[in-house]
């Protein structure tokens, strides 16, 4: 089964500060990779999301994420970052053998300081 | 669109009771599942199902059974609650045709006691 690994799990950094959150999964084959984020007390929302083609894929509210096959690796970035950043912040991914299950990791908790 | 509706958002139980949680979708989605969220745990999936009918076993399915009779509906069963079965519960669904993201619920939070 495939797996996720996010790293730096509480990230505090200062308004106008850049964000890079790495994301590396386990499975070898073609699959679809995601960022989701949740605000506090809210529901998870898609940030991106990459099937195929350019492997640098940028989301909304100025997210970008790059796909890196050979490292297995899907890292989120922000060049300047807002108070209204601040959320959880959780790479998936969805292995393409047909059971559409998505594997989620254990998220990154952002908090953005004015 | 409504999107993905769980009930109810909030709800405590007491250790031994039975509930049921509720998630109903109107995107014609054919996949369904059940995770739960703790702290520093990310989302774990507990059930899924890829259509009317067709119901498996996510990682931590123990304690909880699904069932899936149209494809509107994916109700979440608490048989025998267990504190151990605090958390917070999302239910998401996505088409399994083409190139989509999974749509997720607002959460119901749950406190067995």
């Known amino acids: 089964a495939q797996s996720v690994s996010q790293h730096n799990h ?37 940030l991106l999301k990459y099937f195929s083609g350019d492997p640098l894929v940028k989301g909304i509210k100025g997210f970008e ?3 890196i096959k050979s490292k297995f690796s899907f890292n989120l970035r922000k060049p300047s970052v807002q108070w209204s950043d ?9 292995a393409d053998y047909g059971n559409n299950r998505l594997a989620f ?9 004015p | 669109n409504a999107g993905v509706t769980q009930t109810p958002k909030f709800q405590v139980l007491k250790t031994g ?6 998630c109903a979708q109107d ?7 059940w995770y739960r969220q703790d702290p520093g745990m990310g989302l774990r999936l507990i059930h899924y199902s890829v259509g009317a009918g067709i119901t498996d076993q996510g990682e931590v399915p123990n304690g909880y059974n699904v069932s ?10 608490l ?14 669904s996505r088409s399994i045709v083409g190139d989509t993201e999974a749509f997720f619920g607002q959460g119901t939070r749950l406190t067995v006691v």
């Open chain 1, 10 to 46: 509480h990230v505090i950094l200062s308004e106008a500060a850049s964000l890079e959150l790495g994301c590396n999964y386990s499975y070898g084959g073609t699959v679809n990779l995601f960022w989701y984020v949740q605000y506090p007390g809210q529901h998870l929302q898609l």
């Open chain 1, 65 to 67: 994420a790059e796909f």
């Open chain 1, 86 to 94: 601040t959320a959880e912040y959780f790479c998936a991914v969805n």
């Open chain 1, 105 to 113: 990791g254990k998220g990154n908790q952002v908090v953005v300081i």
């Open chain 2, 17 to 22: 009771q039975s509930m049921t949680l509720q």
């Open chain 2, 27 to 33: 995107m014609n989605h054919e996949y369904m599942s």
């Open chain 2, 68 to 77: 899936r009779s149209t494809t509107e509906d994916f109700p979440l069963r």
């Open chain 2, 79 to 92: 048989l025998s609650a267990a504190p151990s079965q605090t958390s917070v519960y999302f239910c998401a």
